[in-house]
Structures are given as C-alpha cells and as structure tokens.
C-alpha cells in the first residue's frame, strides 16, 4: 500500500469511539509496523518538559531499555530540543545515536505538536540503511496531525 492509501486506516483508528488514547496509540504502532515494509520498531515518546525528559510510550517491536531520555540525547532527545525531523540514513554514522539493537540500520524521528508545543514524537527504526525518504517524513507529519487531535 501507498502512504496516500494508508492515511484514511490511521483516521480511522484516531476516530475509533471504542479505543482509549494509548490503544489507539498502540494501534498505529501496530498498524505502521504491518504496512510498511521498512518500519521494524514503531513508537511514540511523550515529553516530561519540567524534566526535559522523554517518556515511552506504546510501541511495536523489540523490547528497548530506553524509557526514559533527557532531552538532547539521541536522536530522540536532540528532536525534542530541534523541533525538526530528523532523519538518519546509518546510524553507525551518527556521534549522538543511543543504540537499541545492533539491528537497527536506520532512524526517523518525526516531532508532534499540539498548539504549537512538542509533546513528544513518532520514532522509527529500520533494519535497512536509508530507507527513509520524503514521503516518509511527510506520511509520519499526517500521521502525528491526526495524533495530536487525541490531546
């Protein structure tokens, strides 16, 4: 499937009466990480901003140790400061990468904001190097605008 015929499975799930928050949250993970073929960890982190702490939150894929980051750690912890995307297409490559598994090739990290403050982000790992593209970037910015509407 398409990013283009993906978008109206995520709406469906952020309007879903039955689901709570963090299952339609875990929903999304699941739905991403069975979609796209490129996508092998899929979650969310939400902001501890008196902290500067990142939390975890639903996720799909490998167990990680990583539940707690301060702000500018990581590829998660420098989009918290960044507000930007980041994209990283080795992350042997990158100096402020927290390894999760030696599988994970690839990292996107997309932030998500609701009335304009970062709350957290979508973070993605991928066992393939490089994978992600633009249309990545641009499905997962959808996919945090319909999210943001659950705050």
């Known amino acids: 499937m398409t990013f283009l015929e993906l978008q109206p499975k995520i709406t469906s799930i952020t309007t879903n009466q039955t689901l709570s928050r963090d299952e339609k949250l875990q929903a999304i993970c699941q739905f991403l990480n069975e ?10 982190y939400f902001a501890n901003h008196e902290n500067k702490t990142l939390h975890l939150g639903p996720y799909v ?12 750690k990581g590829i998660c912890g420098q989009v ?5 995307n980041f994209v990283v297409p080795d992350v042997a490559a990158q100096d ?13 990290v997309v932030p998500l904001f609701v009335n304009g403050i970062n709350i957290g982000q979508i973070d993605i790992d991928s066992h393939v190097l490089d994978p992600f593209t633009e249309e990545d970037e641009r499905f997962l910015e959808f996919v945090n605008s319909e999210v943001a509407e659950l705050f």
């Open 35 to 44: 979609n796209v073929a490129h996508y092998n960890w899929v979650g969310f």
């Open 61 to 72: 894929g490998a167990p990680t140790d990583h539940t707690e980051i301060p702000f500018g």
């Open 80 to 84: 918290a400061e960044s507000n930007a």
């Open 96 to 108: 402020n990468y927290i390894a999760c598994s030696f599988t994970v090739k690839s990292e996107i």
